[in-house]
């Protein structure tokens, strides 16, 4: 005889970056703990990595997770957890004045709602940008993949490690005749393309990164020791983890 299971019920969002419709459920025991094993690791690649699969395990509705932008997948885990575990956390801020003794002191406890934390857009924000000529590039979002390879900054270089980054990122390059898919040509022709650009032109592409959507919520809060007032805004996942 089989044992009767819990049916969980069922909730929709809509994900930031496409507004599609998306089904999913609250998290399990084996979801939470499976997070609070990732969460004790203190590894960033480690709970990224079960975030992806805690959404996968969650999901009601097809969704491929390894092509989800990363700011969906943020926005997305939250919205799990604010269904699943509850909406609203305690988080302790710190005053930006050194206190030296009086530093426990100056410590604020605030309950911050995951569902005021949202996806903004930057009005001045491009994926499709002119380089020279006729010739253009269009970029996509980076992914959780991408996002890991960010955190674990694997290149001592920094240069070399954006353009690894952008590389990731690039959808195609555009001429008046031809569209050129990255995932069809070889890495290192669009690493010699974006070696090739003058620093004009590479910054128009890092300005695809500074202006991208970021999950994020606003806070305020005042140091009960000196009485400054801090406006911040808590930005991407970790803060929330």
Not at 48 to 65: F, G, M, P, Q, R
Not at 81 to 104: K, P, T, W
Not at 141 to 147: G, R, S, V, W
Not at 152 to 161: F, G, M, P, R
Request: aromatic residues 10%; hydrophobic residues 40%.
């Amino acid at each position: 005889m089989t044992l009767p299971m819990n049916a969980t019920p069922v909730y929709t969002l809509e994900i930031p970056s496409t507004k599609k419709s998306f089904k999913y459920r609250p998290f399990v025991v084996k979801d939470e703990k499976a997070l609070l094993i990732a969460q004790q690791s203190e590894s960033i690649g480690v709970m990224l990595d079960t975030v992806k699969e805690v959404i996968k395990s969650c999901a009601k509705s097809d969704i491929d997770v390894e092509k989800l932008a990363s700011f969906d997948v943020e926005y997305i885990f939250l919205q799990m957890r604010a269904q699943s575990v509850g909406e609203i956390v305690e988080l302790v801020f710190s005053c930006d004045i050194d206190h030296g003794e009086d530093n426990e002191k100056a410590k604020v406890v605030k309950q911050i709602n995951l569902l005021d934390a949202k996806v903004e857009f930057s009005e001045s924000h491009q994926s499709k940008i002119s380089l020279f000529e006729n010739v253009g590039i269009a970029m996509k979002y980076p992914n959780i993949e991408t996002l890991k390879k960010l955190e674990a900054q694997l290149s001592e270089n920094e240069i070399d490690q954006a353009i690894d980054i952008m590389v990731d990122c690039i959808d195609y390059i555009y001429d008046d005749e031809e569209v050129f898919q990255i995932s069809e040509q070889p890495k290192q022709d669009a690493v010699d393309f974006l070696n090739n650009l003058t620093s004009e032109q590479f910054t128009r592409i890092q300005k695809f990164f500074r202006t991208m959507p970021q999950l994020r919520v606003y806070v305020d809060y005042t140091c009960p020791v000196c009485g400054r007032e801090h406006e911040k805004y808590m930005e991407g996942l970790a803060s929330f983890f």
